[in-house]
């Protein structure tokens, strides 16, 4: 190896501790922190993300960049132009990005997030529109910082999903959309009417428990990994020490459970990565559309699947003997597989899901152009959601307050979700033709020829593709409407006796 | 404020900033870390304190510092003095160490504490050798850097006790030796042998809430900080965000509890400082000794006295009415204050507890002075052990393995247990005198006269008095032992028959 890749490359390492660091106070933040210890995280995440964005701005980098870029291109491998090319985008965009900026901006997302917190406690969009604008605020700033000629919501788009834009999603998405609504129309006009609601009383420890073997089955690897609680799942941590959060509500049993396969989803994917690479853009997600491919394949084609519940559905009963006692089993497998209008996008069943992020791409896309205000955000959102779902929040809490992402500033990821869900079909369709056995083997609790497949396919390539590249290359085509639309229709006419 | 000073504090809070997050990490590392991600970690801490260690020996602050220095005594306040007195300390200390050595020290900290966690499992200190070997030699190398003149093991205890030396606690455990081993021998002679083994199946759940709700009652804040399981209780984190943890066993319940109460001692004494002197020698223990001082004092002076379970007894009861169906009050209280030998420290009475300390005291000054060596550790422990405590460890985890502290490199420690057994002795004398109904407030569940008073006498003041300074100023004596004979006796005697 060059020797300046070397050296870049043990740079690189050493930011990724910061990171790494930054990653663990976070989900400390989530999971432990004592109510009034808030400021203290703050000051604490302020102060290092000042010095690693420090540390990896260092000129010195910048250098041995340039330097490396300067040589021709066959003097390096596949994989060592990925580490060059992608770090090169990472360095100018961070150099542009003042040291005070970039901890103010973080602050406020440490504000943001408790502020959200309170204002979902009090049920109140009020308390939380001066700090989501000074966000929204913030986040155009960013933009303007490292390119002024792009539109600021297209450099959101393109800090998650590199080569995606607002105009690519919003062709997507009214392709998608026109297939989806006819389809929910003709769900919701079945007689067929599965509640979730008829589950009761299953014991949160059995729950946790339960999860756990779930996550272990699916391949999690829990000796360089946690699940914990936190109000809103997630994944976190970094690759050699993956911490995932579930919740738990003793009549929402399916909450907790698809949440924690969501989450392993997302996990197994960075497991996937070789110890080698960690530090470096090999070690990392090629984007948060294919990291949504994962956790969502792993929640809806495996979780959702009959060959699934084949295997788990006798230690549920097991686990769970008097809450299930009058429900058979279709009658349990229809519940999983329930499609209801719900004005909670996580609670939603993956048909009217898509329709609760284009929902919030179309939301977002107004808040960067300016057509609607933050302070109008709430009306905006339950005029939005009687049109695409016929439903009206009853409260902020189950409306415009539902969801962390943006008091985080993370606009441009909520698309993610939905192209993730058409990766994911993609995947399905190309895994299920290349292992013939695939069904099968999740029947006798194996889910490792996915998980290999998906490690082939998928994972081992960290950043050295693109999102549409990476796509193209398994799949042969371009991230497409038609292989989700296909999937809803096989998994769901069926059950809701569409024709 | 002179505007120098305001600049050195500023330096001062961004370091303390770096420190607390170390705290996190460290903290993290004993509660949640999986199994297989522990060389990451230290990498983690390793990268972290390297750079906290570069902020800190900033020339800026050496800078400051001087400027500081150069100034009539009269330009300042007692507090500002004590900002300037010890950060220059600390300065000119920290300067003399190199960052790679502070990061190898570090590091090969992070792997003692995991090597004693293995070799602990397997029972075998051999496994345990070679790591101590280094952590020895590395503290060895510590002191010389900074003070070539002095003695290694001096400069150890310096760091936790400012102004005490190796010399000045033997003469002190000499004279405590000599009152101690006829006390113990009294005591051990007598009829009465209670038996801490009566006490069995106690619901962990349970014992977890009554901790809780003991720490609670004590003034623990619990809106700014935690109780959680760890191997070996501890106390962490940082003023903002204290962190206290304990362990729980079925049948060993009063271990949890006592546990629980030393910590939250400590943490008392941290969450009593003023906010706005976090992060700085104000907003700092004095010394290792005082802070034991606080959890030996809550411990014992307080929570095995019958005042105190006058009025935590009937609650006791009631959450474990099965357990303690047919052990009556006085035969509980006996219980609670039963004297016998035991190999391990942290379950050891607070009489023959002395003997354990005045045991490792003796070890670690044999091992600075190299006339004992690692490899022959064990068998000093045992041969010391058999000399103090009339035992012969069953084994290794009963024996030389059985602390944390070494595997961490905090030599020079130990000693500050004993000495806050007998600071604590010297302060409840005091703090009896000035408040009389002190006890009949705790009969009623009210500590907070006990605590206003040690915020008022110790906690204030933060690194203001140095410990013999502050001790005498309290309790108009230096450290001495006759109030913790004194205060044995009198507990003691009464109910071993004694004269």
């Given at each position: 190896m060059h020797l300046s890749l070397e050296k870049l490359i043990q740079r690189l390492k050493h930011v990724a501790q910061l990171d790494n660091i930054l990653n663990i106070l976070h989900w400390d933040e989530k999971v432990?922190?004592?109510?009034?210890s808030a400021t203290g995280r703050a000051e604490q995440i302020k102060a290092l993300t000042e010095i690693a964005h420090r540390e990896f701005t260092d000129p010195t980098i910048g250098e041995l960049l340039e330097e490396l870029n300067a040589l021709?291109?066959?003097?390096?491998?596949l994989p060592e132009k990925t580490i060059i090319r992608e770090t090169r985008r990472d360095y100018l965009r961070a150099i542009k990005l003042p040291a005070t900026f970039v901890a103010e901006k973080k602050t406020a997302e440490s504000i943001g997030y408790h502020a959200w917190v309170k204002a979902r406690e009090s049920n109140d969009f009020s308390l939380f529109v001066p700090i989501l604008e000074e966000l929204l605020d913030l986040s155009k700033q960013e933009a303007a910082f490292v390119d002024?000629?792009?539109q600021a919501y297209d450099y959101h788009i393109d800090l998650h999903?590199?080569?995606?834009d607002a105009k690519i999603i919003q062709q997507l998405f009214i392709e998608l959309k026109k297939d989806l609504l006819p389809l929910v129309k003709t769900i919701l006009a079945s007689s067929h009417k599965p509640r979730?609601?008829?589950?009761?009383?299953?014991?949160i420890e059995t729950q946790k428990s339960f999860a756990l073997l779930v996550a272990q089955k699916l391949g999690f690897d829990f000796s360089q990994g946690r699940l914990d609680v936190s109000v809103h799942p997630f994944c976190s941590g970094h690759s050699g020490d993956r911490r995932i959060t579930t919740r738990f509500n003793e009549n929402v049993p399916l909450d907790s459970l698809f949440s924690t396969i969501h989450e392993v989803g997302h996990a197994l994917y960075e497991q996937g990565f070789a110890p080698e690479n960690y530090g470096t853009p090999l070690g990392q997600a090629v984007g948060m559309a294919v990291h949504e491919s994962q956790s969502r394949l792993w929640e809806?084609?495996?979780?959702?699947?009959r060959a699934f519940w084949k295997f788990f559905e006798p230690l549920y009963r097991q686990q769970f003997p008097n809450a299930l006692s009058s429900i058979d089993s279709e009658a349990f497998y229809k519940v999983i597989n329930a499609v209801e209008l719900n004005p909670i996008r996580v609670d939603?069943?993956?048909?009217?899901y898509n329709l609760h992020i284009i929902l919030r791409f179309g939301l977002e896309k107004e808040l960067f152009e300016g057509t609607v205000a933050v302070k109008d955000l709430r009306e905006a959102w339950n005029q939005k959601s009687k049109e695409l779902l016929q439903l009206t929040p009853k409260n902020d809490k189950e409306g415009v307050?539902?969801?962390?992402?943006w008091s985080g500033a993370?606009?441009?990821?909520?698309?993610s979700y939905t192209l993730g869900n058409m990766i994911a079909a993609q995947l399905w369709e190309v895994a299920k033709k290349t292992i013939p056995s695939l069904e099968t083997s999740f029947e006798k609790g194996d889910f490792t020829p996915l998980l290999n497949w998906l490690r082939e396919s998928?994972?081992?390539?960290?950043?050295?593709?693109?999102t549409q590249g990476l796509v193209q290359k398994v799949t042969?085509?371009?991230?497409?409407t038609k292989p989700l639309i296909n999937y809803l229709k096989e998994r769901y006419l069926p059950l809701y006796g569409g024709k």
């Open positions: 432990n922190l004592p109510p009034n021709p291109d066959e003097s390096f491998s002024p000629r792009i999903d590199q080569g995606l979730a609601s008829i589950l009761k009383n299953f014991p809806n084609q495996v979780g959702r699947s939603s069943d993956e048909v009217t307050l539902q969801d962390i992402h993370a606009f441009g990821y909520f698309p998928i994972h081992q390539f960290g950043k050295q593709y693109r042969g085509s371009s991230i497409s």
